[in-house]
């Protein structure tokens, strides 16, 4: 019986054919890092303190600076042990009764009493509009920052798996491009969101296409090439993500208006749909339907292209009543969880970023570039170890890192910055490789879905990471890290207990799991 690996040795495993789509596909991966992570700079939390109306009116009359006014509306107040100014209380004064002219530096009002703020806040913008400053996201209603992060992975969830279905049972091609539909117009519909509950709403839809589209163009790539290949376009298909991770501070630092920022984000997703007169079928999905005719319509372009000719006969015997125990199957993976305790702690130091007070545009720029030595780790380490063991590893190490950097004093901050990168390099490593060795576990006729399945804990991971990370922060600005690394060690254990995929061929029936040497 001759499979489409054997085909592929005649029609050519990586040549010019397969590098030109796989050359379109990665740029896929590039504006998804501003989806996946853009909350850094859109949901930018500034410094802030109660606006009093009537300071507001002095200040202007007076010409006060900012810290004139805010001193005479803000009380101090004891933040572990280090003295100031509140962000949420205000000086409970009712200037109609008070004497408050433009000379007003004698006035003392240590011994006022306090209240929530009235008026709504000011803001210490620094350039900068978020969707914070504009639906006023602070103090009791910070927690609503969250929702923002975890609505998009809401629909990070629902999509994956409802994308992940359509692309088994109707095609990658497809799949991927109505994704990209529903992308440009959920994307622009967020950038013209009215009030803070349709920006959740829109956000939801968003994130519906934007992975499961992702994961679909992931798919396709690695079913087209030959199986020595299969590592290497798997990984540069995810670094392509790190490049955007280091394009979108540069963007952010010059766009400076969260809306219009999403708008460029999302102007990619329709310049993909061009992607209809540039990508094919993947040929291993058609064989899997029975559509050898498409099959091979596609497989003898690919030849062609690739100045190569096919002299074997298409033939993929795809076994019934597998479809039920393989989904089944899915469930049971220890990778489910792995997904799930990765995405949390990769989540997780990234917007860890934009709450520690430096220059978030070098913090996260610095962070990104940390993300291409892991690229460059899996390359070289998952042909010659295997894929369990550097799997494993990297969670390990991250976890430690995670511990570390929490203990490390602040006085310490260039040993502390170095500690970080070796975890944030860790972590990247554990979630680049959770996707690949996903892939490589499924059969061909429900891989798209067996990977969307395994993604779903991931989200679930995304939705849970910004309430742990923020709300913790409160309490401790390092607890989170030390919820981290404990997962991030649970993790490195489940890796463990995965088959290893070394050199094993992308599988097309049960079989071909159950018994890869048969």
Known sequence: MTTFDDILEEAGKFGHFQKRIFALLCMVSMPWAGVYVGIVFQGFTPDHWCRDSAVVERRQACGWSLADSRRLTVPMVNNSGVLQQSSCEQYEVDWNTTALTCDSQELDLSKTPTTACKDGWEYDYAGRQSFVTEFDLVCSDAWLVDMYQATLNVGFLVGSIAIGYLADRFGRKISFLMSNLLNGIAGILVAVAPNYTSLLVLRTFYGFGVKGGWVAGYVLITEIVGVEYRRTVGVIYQMFFSVGILILPLLAYFITDWRWLQVVITAPYILFLSYY???????????????????????????????????????????????????????HSPSVSSRFTSAVVYQGLIMRLGILGGNVYIDFLISGLVEFPAAFLILFTIERIGRRIPFASANIVAGAACF?????????????????????????????????????????????????????????????????????????????????????????GLVLLLPETRGVPLPDTIDDIEFPDR
């Open 404 to 492: 570390i950097t929490a203990l490390i004093p602040d006085s310490m901050f260039w040993f502390k910055t170095v500690v970080a990168c070796i975890g944030r390099l860790g972590i990247t490593m554990a979630f680049e490789m959770v996707v690949f060795v996903n892939t490589e576990l499924y059969p061909t006729f429900v891989r798209n879905l067996g990977v969307s399945v395994c993604s779903t804990l991931c989200d679930v991971g995304g939705i849970v990471a910004p309430f742990l990370l923020y709300r913790l922060a409160v309490i401790w600005l390092e607890l989170p890290l030390i919820i981290f690394g404990s997962l991030a060690f649970l993790a490195g």
């Open 277 to 331: 007169w540039f990508i094919p079928e993947s040929p291993r999905w058609l064989l899997s339907q029975n559509k050898n005719s498409k099959a091979v319509e596609i497989t003898e372009a690919m030849a062609k292209e690739n100045k190569m000719t096919l002299s074997k006969n298409i033939e993929v015997e795809i076994k019934t009543n597998e479809k039920n125990k393989t989904i089944i199957t899915l469930l």
